[in-house]
């Protein structure tokens, strides 16, 4: 009897164990938009992040592919992977391991992303009707929140920044690095270069994205190019 409960035993615990995947399984976040990298060359990877809480400062590439995963730009994705050691031989310039999606657990879309668009600054304080010193044109900046870079006209010069924050609502932008042209009325650089600097918060509402400051006053209002 005990050599028969031995060998029941012995059988549940092999096929438990022939039942569980080889390597190992890590819960990872894929960002919502690919971006360009060079692996072997030139090439697009995914952004993600491993572990249970999302870290958006910390994305890194991943330059691989994921078996069964089917990528829709746009959304977070939230996965269990399971990853193991790739059979000999494997290829010089080829990953030692195998990615396989085990369970999708969330797919959102990411509010991040309605950001990026270039933008008419309207007013800055209570400054209104902002132009260009030099060409009498429109003060227009660029977001891009797939990449986290900014561009923008101050009036007198441009500058070129990182967002160092975004989740759809909070947002920190780097001071950024600017031309260095000097103008007889630095008034409208300065102010828009503090709210910038300043900015915690946005919005966006009726083809307007508005900034904000920790207080929740607002810094700089924008309308959508067309």
Same mark, same amino acid.
């Given at each position: 009897?005990? +050599? %028969?409960?031995?060998?029941?035993? @012995?059988?549940? %615990?092999?096929?438990? =164990? !022939? @039942? /569980?995947?080889? *390597?190992? #399984? &890590?819960?990872?976040?894929? +960002? @919502?938009?690919? #971006? &360009? =990298?060079? *692996? #072997? *060359?030139? /090439?697009?990877?995914? /952004?993600?992040?491993? *572990? &249970? &809480?999302?870290?958006? !400062? +910390?994305? /890194? %590439?991943f330059y691989d592919q994921i078996e069964g995963f089917d990528y829709e730009p746009g959304n977070l994705y939230k996965i269990k992977v399971l990853v193991s050691d790739k059979a000999e031989p494997i290829p010089a310039d080829a990953s030692s391991k195998v990615y396989k999606l085990l369970e999708l657990i969330q797919k959102l879309t990411d509010p991040s992303l309605r950001l990026t668009n270039s933008w008419k600054v309207i007013k800055v304080g209570e400054t209104e009707f902002l132009q260009d010193l030099k060409s009498g044109e429109d003060l227009i900046f660029e977001f891009n929140a797939s990449e986290n870079t900014y561009f923008g006209n101050l009036s007198c010069n441009t500058i070129r920044g990182e967002i160092l924050e975004n989740d759809g609502e909070k947002l920190i932008l780097s001071p950024g690095a600017t031309t260095m042209m000097a103008c007889p009325d630095m008034t409208t650089e300065q102010e828009l270069s503090k709210a910038l600097i300043e900015t915690r918060t946005y919005k966006i509402e009726d083809k307007e994205l508005v900034f904000f400051d920790s207080e929740g006053r607002e810094l700089i209002r924008f309308m959508e190019v067309d």
């Open positions: 009897m005990k +050599n %028969l409960l031995f060998l029941a035993i @012995s059988f549940l %615990l092999l096929i438990a =164990c !022939q @039942s /569980q995947p080889e *390597g190992t #399984v &890590e819960t990872w976040w894929i +960002n @919502s938009a690919k #971006v &360009e =990298c060079t *692996g #072997v *060359g030139p /090439q697009t990877c995914y /952004q993600i992040f491993k *572990g &249970e &809480e999302l870290d958006r !400062q +910390n994305w /890194q %590439l």
